[in-house]
DNA sequence: CTGTTAGCGCATTCAG
DNA sequence: CTGAATGCGCTAACAG
């Protein structure tokens, strides 16, 4: 069924059901309505891909994602839906996974469906290959990225103070007399890398020496740094993360048997790392206190109840969205914004 | 970008420059090489919408959640993904809501963008709103819908024995001598439902009679049936998820002060009825046993942790993808298929 | 107020 | 082996 189909029973033109259809000025009402009639009666839908042809235009926008199953990421990718879908826009989300071809790849793809604009979730996307992919294929347009940045003069950055809310957790650590703290990180993401300075510049004010901080990065596996090209991580599920934590939680103990701290990069670690400490009959927070970030639902969970830094991933995502449509409309905004984080204190601290 | 720019540096015709994007034979080696050359120097990508419109396909697949922060459908949602993108395909990904318009209508959007295919997650999705819709709009093309099923001819269901589980959850607590048993569902979707009946025909089997049974079902607000047409329920979000299994849980011990055993529909009441317990003094599974459904994170995160029924989402969900990739490919498949749950005992039964 | 014409970017005939 | 012509379904000038 296309609009000739639809005039041709109409009686009129092709170009007056276009009319019809877009509700445009100019069509007497009695042509309108007969048009209208027969577009109801045959559940007329106008193919959009003709439609993006000729306006130049898909209406729609590319969210990428580095794993759909993160829960934080996806509260965020709701968000932008949300917002995107109330102004008409319709939302190809892909799952990138951690492989840097991919994003690359996941780039151009979204080149490809012509989106009208973009926004990338995480800092794990802020990267030179994706910098690189956007060059080439998302020149023209507008994108957005969520709790991330890249110098490129279309790419607008949001980010939150990590590193500025760890510190400050560490000072409240300090202030409840905890001051043999250890720093637990997952990925070598950018914003992983904000967390650990964080603790880093909390220790130094200490008075502790930066030789001798306690910071546990994650196995990357045999002979693979961290940031090391080509270095191909499978995702890790979230129990992954779960037991991940568990065993760097009982790792530090051993290492440190008089540790009164742990501050861990997300929830999820810190969730494993309450359940290992609690099953070796240490307890949280008396003798080492425990700390998340995100502030997610693992949190509440779990018992006690986890202290976490929540970095406002939905005001991060709904700024992004925000900044994306102006930028459709072709509104300025700054290229580089940032959020203040909040810790919510509960029981593990 | 067009392939005539190219074609004209080349210095050769649009077809020819077509043909060589398609791997298509019948081109000499030096004319390809030439045409790749330029291909790669402009980072060319073909248009996808174009493309679609002489091939009246859009490689591109629809997929309709209900509510993209549940995890499980999240799960869901990424095995799909995961086997669309390898084949080909682009997910184009909506959250509807549980307003029955709204999915109706973004049934019609998937129609509008040419969808090769659509896929359904969750029971909820199983409407008679959606039903009319994709009468409507999408009638041409194949759709799966994950744990649900629609009496369509281009429609396939692929479903688990939720009832079945759940009455051998019955049949497990009683075996402990837990014979006072509680149901608690959170919205009244058909897998909901099926549940409460498996609780039913479980608790029949115990010699319970029918009128005198537990069971709960959320508050749907002041004079909201459940089912009620028009009965526009917000979205919940995990938090208050968690919330409603609490209170819940509080006014069961308030109503049967000598309750034995709690089974929820999700794993996130169950972990917020588990916390209200432990809060009360009672011992799980001690005093009071609980279960949930869905073998979820959150069920591993709680303590005691949670027996749950797993409902196998993730083969659910790559039955429906492989049935709707078989599809479109003309293979056939039975039009409903059902695969059965298995019980995941841990430390609260 | 409405019809005619052209063209969006591409794949696919059919000639040559 | 390659080019010219056609049309996918639609919108937007431009006429009338």
Redesign the pocket.
């Known amino acids: 069924m ?3 189909d639809i005039a041709k029973e109409a ?6 059901v ?2 019809v ?2 509700n445009k000025p ?3 009402e ?3 309505k007969r048009v209208r009639d027969l577009l109801e009666k045959y559940h007329y839908t ?2 959009e891909a ?2 993006g ?4 235009s898909s209406r729609s926008i590319g969210i990428l994602i580095e794993d759909i199953r993160v829960s934080h990421h996806t509260e965020s990718a709701y968000v932008i839906e949300q917002a995107m879908t109330a102004r008409g826009y319709c939302c190809i989300t892909l799952s990138t996974g951690p492989e840097e071809q991919k994003k690359r790849e996941y780039v151009r793809i979204l080149g490809q469906r012509r989106v009208d604009g973009a926004i990338l979730i995480g800092s794990m996307l802020a990267t030179e290959a994706v910098k690189e992919s956007i060059e080439k294929h998302l020149k023209e347009i507008p994108v957005a990225i969520v709790n991330g940045a890249l110098d490129l003069p279309n790419v607008y950055g949001v980010l939150t103070d990590e590193a500025g809310g760890i510190r400050s957790g560490v000072r409240l650590m300090a202030g409840k007399g905890k001051r043999k703290l250890a720093f637990i990180r997952d990925s070598c993401s950018p914003s992983n890398l904000e967390k650990e300075n964080g603790f880093i510049a909390g220790m130094l004010e200490l008075g502790r020496k930066r030789e001798d901080l306690w910071i546990y990065r994650e196995t990357d596996g045999p002979g693979r740094a961290c940031g090391d090209k080509g270095a191909v991580k499978p995702l890790r599920t979230t129990r992954e993360s779960l037991r991940e934590g568990y065993h760097m939680a009982l790792k530090i103990l051993e290492d440190h048997p008089d540790v009164e701290g742990m501050i861990f990069s997300i929830d999820l670690l810190a969730a494993g790392g309450i359940q290992a400490l609690t099953e070796r009959g240490v307890k949280v927070p008396g003798q080492v206190a425990v700390m998340g970030v995100d502030n997610t639902i693992y949190g509440e969970l779990c018992s006690p109840r986890l202290t976490t830094l929540d970095n406002k991933l939905e005001q991060v995502s709904a700024a992004a969205s925000r900044i994306l449509l102006d930028a459709l409309e072709g509104k300025e905004n700054p290229q580089k914004m940032m959020l203040f984080t909040d810790i919510i204190e509960r029981e593990s601290t």
Chains 1, 2 share one sequence.
């Open positions: 296309t609009i000739y009686g009129v033109a092709a170009s007056t276009s009319r259809i877009n100019g069509i007497r009695e042509t309108r106008p193919n003709a439609r042809l000729v306006t130049q």
